[in-house]
């Protein structure tokens, strides 16, 4: 059962996410947070699996939240539901260590399996977000590049470059004919030579670093 705890100042929208949860079997909510002091007054009474987080809330936002509570609590996953599509606040929220960002107007069930996912620990990222951040035109690094890219072997970059496309294990290993196994081999030692804790960090850096072909 995954203990959903939900962050958002209105108490429509909390109530319909609510009303759609109930109905998943694996779901649970088990906390509602109306600010940013809110939530981290109650994340250390409820310790939830995941938090469903808004960016626009009283207090402290949703970004510096993120970043407080993962600060405390690193195993509990952070999944940004938002109506901001802006690349700043996507930025700062994955450097803030959120396992996903999706957008509000994402079909109801959408969130119910990015819910799932990050649960898994696998990262999510709206569409609209990754192709807007792919395109997006990048600062050089601020530190000499060193060719991370050539600590990785050429799989390596393979199944990175897959990670940036959202895929999930299974997805990469069918795509390059390995083993799930393989693949979480590949992830693990990717995170370890970028420096990275997460799959969303992954894309963030990928990109900024120039270590993936860009559009």
């Given amino acids: 059962m995954i203990k959903l ?35 981290l007054a109650k994340v250390p009474e409820i310790m939830p699996d995941v938090i469903l987080m808004d960016i626009n809330i009283p207090d402290k936002n949703g970004i510096e939240v993120t970043g407080l509570i993962k600060k405390d609590y690193p195993s509990i996953k952070i999944l940004i539901l938002t109506m901001f599509d802006h690349d700043e606040y996507f930025m700062s929220a994955i450097r803030e260590g959120a396992d996903g960002y999706l957008l509000k107007d994402a079909p109801s069930q959408h969130v119910v399996e990015a819910i799932r996912s ?10 609209s977000m990754t192709k807007k951040f792919l395109s997006f035109n990048q600062q050089p690094p601020e530190q000499p590049k060193e060719k ?17 496309q959202g895929m999930n294990n299974k997805e990469i290993a ?9 693949v979480k081999i590949h992830v693990s030692k990717i995170f370890k030579k970028l420096d990275v804790k997460s799959r969303s960090q992954v894309v963030i850096y990928a990109v900024q670093n120039q270590l993936i072909p860009l559009p």
């Fill in 148 to 164: 991370k890219d050539e600590m990785l072997t050429e799989r390596e970059k393979e199944v990175l470059l897959c990670l940036v």
């Fill in 118 to 127: 990050v649960a898994r620990g696998q990262s999510v990222i709206a569409p």
């Fill in 174 to 182: 069918q795509a390059l004919f390995i083993s799930d196994k393989t």
């Fill in 5 to 39: 705890m939900l962050v958002d100042d209105h108490a429509v929208l909390r109530d319909g996410l609510k009303n759609i949860l109930d109905l998943e079997p694996d779901i649970k909510v088990v906390g509602e947070a109306v600010s940013g002091l809110d939530a």
